[in-house]
């Protein structure tokens, strides 16, 4: 039975697509190689660990994939077949000063409704709350479906799209976004094909409008300007506070002034996080790596002694769960999904998504009688299967080095060894290098 939406009642019967479509021949280089893709399908499919060690890291230049676990030198483990999941493995936490608890750390990424077609944004609401995890709904207002989900992150862009007191009091926080890992710098943008009738309601701008959201908030030109929205924004909601920034340089400096300002937490996006709309000139060519932002943001609030409370989220090509266990060992809390939980509702990465025309169904541009429609019970099976087993190969992780508690990996930097980086590179993970 066709799943129906408030955008698409009284359309015609149409195809529900329920499989993932055949990877496309990669032409160019790409970090989301055909064996993330497949890795990341078999989680969402069998809900099970596939490998303790990830092997897609192989032969990668990649800094995050040149930091290895010392356990892996001396154990290398490359399948989980076989293997069971330690039931003394706790992978529980809690963020924003004690005040959210998710069931793992891990924050399903900020896409807004418009840029993704609707059922995916859904899909990915109702896997957080069936998995006690939290989803941001990115800055195009919040769909009514999505709207009634608990664990939901309300985001105050600086287009402020939709956005009204009773939509920011829904959900766990509110998240003040400053920058994008993919566009540091430039602000956001929806193509004016993509904004159809029900986009244009939601967001409250024409139909067949750009979407566009200034690279600044008119209201934030400084540090006092910001912690005045943060303390404004804690007064009427009652909810946690986080600010999302691109890794750029001086992030370090740019986290210390957001938790002196009274943020419960800043979400860091790392170069190369996934939007489509983003110019290649700034995607390729701006930004810093997540795991050299994320080092040098805990030093830092470390060396000022805010550290302690202060939730530090970690986004940007994150691809498996060695990625979440090494970027947590750098100082990270709590790590950001968003291309990885696309990939495991069938995306097959043709980077067409600003366009309209997604081959798998979930960034199309919404149409009236859509010829197809993604599975929304297919997608959110697969997200939360794709957290299932994400998970265990935590927890497989976490017993080779020898934790009970993914809590207790934070800032273990002596985890961890490099293989051929350059020093300048290893002063600032403050990782050793292998002799």
């Given at each position: ?5 408030p955008e698409r009642?009284?359309g015609?019967?149409?195809i ?56 892996e030198?001396?154990?290398p ?8 999941e ?6 529980e936490?809690?963020?924003a000063h ?21 059922i ?5 609401a ?9 989803c ?32 920011l009091?829904?959900?766990?926080a509110v998240?003040?976004?400053i ?35 200034p ?10 300007d910001?912690e ?19 890794a ?15 943020a ?9 996080a996934?939007?489509g ?18 080092a ?16 530090v ?6 691809s498996?769960?060695?990625d ?5 060992a ?18 097959v ?22 010829k ?6 297919f ?20 017993e080779?080095l ?8 934070v ?10 980086l ?14």
């Amino acid at each position: 039975m066709m799943e129906q939406f408030p955008e698409r009642m009284g359309g015609k019967e149409a195809i529900i697509v329920d499989r993932y479509l055949n990877i496309p021949r990669q032409s160019s280089p790409e970090f989301w190689t055909v064996n993330r893709i497949e890795h990341i399908r078999k989680l969402a499919a069998t809900g099970r660990p596939a490998f303790v060690w990830d092997p897609c890291k192989s032969g990668s230049k990649r800094i995050l994939d040149r930091l290895v676990f010392r356990r892996e030198l001396e154990d290398p483990v490359p399948s989980a077949e076989g293997l069971e999941e330690s039931d003394g493995i706790e992978v529980e936490s809690e963020i924003a000063h004690g005040r959210i608890r998710m069931a793992v750390p891990l924050y399903l990424g900020d896409m807004s409704f418009g840029a993704l077609s609707g059922i995916p944004n859904v899909a990915l609401a109702r896997a957080a709350d069936s998995t006690g995890l939290l989803c941001g709904v990115g800055e195009g207002g919040v769909h009514p479906e999505v709207a009634k989900c608990k664990r939901i992150v309300i985001q105050w862009a600086s287009a402020r799209f939709g956005l009204n007191l009773h939509l920011l009091r829904l959900g766990e926080a509110v998240v003040i976004k400053i920058g994008q890992g993919a566009k540091p710098g430039i602000g956001g943008h929806l193509p004016g094909t993509k904004v159809v009738e029900i986009i244009s309601r939601t967001r409250r701008i024409p139909v067949g409008t750009d979407a566009i959201s200034p690279a600044p908030h008119h209201d934030i030109y400084s540090i006092e300007d910001l912690e005045q929205r943060i303390w404004a924004l804690k007064e009427a909601t009652g909810k946690p506070v986080f600010v999302k920034v691109a890794a750029t340089n001086y992030v370090a400096y740019v986290a210390a002034g957001v938790a002196r300002m009274g943020a419960d937490g800043i979400i860091i996006d790392g170069q190369g996080a996934g939007t489509g709309a983003a110019p290649s000139v700034v995607r390729d060519n701006v930004g810093l790596p997540i795991e050299l932002a994320v080092a040098t943001a805990d030093a830092m609030l470390r060396r000022e002694g805010m550290r302690d409370g202060f939730t530090v989220i970690a986004a940007g090509r994150v691809s498996s769960a060695e990625d979440m266990a090494k970027l947590m060992a750098l100082g990270a809390d709590c790590v950001s999904i968003g291309t990885a939980a696309l990939i495991a509702m069938g995306c097959v990465m043709v980077h067409k998504c600003h366009l309209g025309f997604c081959p798998a169904v979930i960034t199309n541009r919404i149409e009236e009688n859509p010829k197809k429609l993604l599975s929304l019970e297919f997608a959110q099976r697969c997200v939360e299967n794709l957290i299932r087993g994400w998970t265990g190969e935590l927890k497989l992780i976490l017993e080779r080095l020898g934790l009970s508690k993914v809590t207790e990996l934070v800032g273990r930097r002596d985890l961890l060894v490099g293989l051929g980086l350059e020093e300048p590179t290893r002063r600032v993970l403050v990782v050793e290098a292998l002799q």
